[in-house]
């Protein structure tokens, strides 16, 4: 009788099964989870510090609802489910669990980065790490949050000069870009140039190009731990940025692509059962 020649074969894989780590070792915080995955839609908080928009009138003729309210509206037109968080609120309206029930956070903030609570900061990066996705818009850049999961300063150079700016996709087929086509042009923005003192971006998915001749990295994408992260530069306050809609689409597809997979397995760490048995 012939012999079957993969019987032969000393090469033949075989399955072992992975021992189990002990439970002490899971050491993660509970991974945000949009519920039900797809059938629910993804929750989103949008932060505001809201400060200019008490001050500046020209600012509350352009967002009277606040740049929270514009940006609420326009994502609960994309299908999210939308909340508001301000700065002067009691713990900056990230209180109680506002952000275990948030999936994406959003943040924009300009005058105020100093009043926003160490002790909220360390609540925000931990929910980051966990998984948490964050969506850091224009002058968000000097935020303590950016600041503390970037690692550099996070400066650059700007101008307000009623500049136009020209965001080319240098990603394209990103999800971040779907139905953006090559570039969106933005008739006057304040002007944000290089250098950009930002870690090297894990991916690069705009270049603006601006009327005074600079250049900047106007869309960028991090990981941090299990979190995502998409800075995003337009959105200055004196201008109708966030009421355009491809601004909108660019933000929404942003969140759509930093919020955590509703499958995540927990991570593992410690003290670990060695994988082959001795
Ligand atoms: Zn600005």
Redesign the pocket.
């Known amino acids: 009788m012939t012999k079957n020649p993969l019987d032969a074969n000393p090469f033949t894989l075989e399955f072992h099964p992975s021992p189990q780590p002990p439970k002490s070792t899971i050491l993660e915080l509970p991974i945000p989870q949009p519920q039900g995955a797809k059938t629910m839609p993804i929750r989103v908080t949008v932060w505001n510090e809201n400060r200019h928009e008490q001050k500046n009138p020209k600012v509350a003729e352009i967002y009277p609802q606040g740049i929270h309210g514009a940006l609420k509206g326009a994502l609960e037109g994309q299908g999210f489910e939308v909340k508001t968080a301000t700065l002067d609120q009691p713990e900056h309206g990230l209180g109680g669990n506002v952000l275990e029930q948030t999936d994406v956070l959003i943040w924009w903030g300009?005058l105020a980065h100093g009043e926003v609570s160490d002790e909220t900061v360390a609540k925000v990066q931990a929910r980051v790490l966990a998984g948490m996705g964050l969506v850091v818009l224009?002058?968000g850049h000097f935020s303590k949050i950016f600041k503390a999961l970037m690692g550099t300063t996070c400066d650059l150079k700007?101008r307000e000069a009623d500049d136009k700016e020209r965001l080319l996709v240098v990603a394209p087929g990103h999800p971040i870009v779907e139905g953006i086509g090559e570039y969106l042009e933005l008739e006057r923005e304040?002007m944000y140039g290089e250098p950009f003192d930002i870690p090297a971006p894990e991916e690069l998915i705009f270049v603006s190009w601006f009327t005074g001749g600079e250049i900047f990295r106007s869309g960028a994408t991090y990981t941090r731990g299990r979190g995502k992260i998409f800075y995003f530069r337009p959105g200055?306050?004196t201008y109708p940025t966030y009421h355009y809609a491809e601004v909108q689409k660019v933000i929404g597809n942003g969140v759509r692509w930093a919020a955590p997979l509703a499958s995540a397995d927990p991570r593992v760490f410690g003290n670990a059962v060695a994988l082959e048995g001795k």
């Open positions: 300009h224009h002058s700007w304040e200055h306050e």
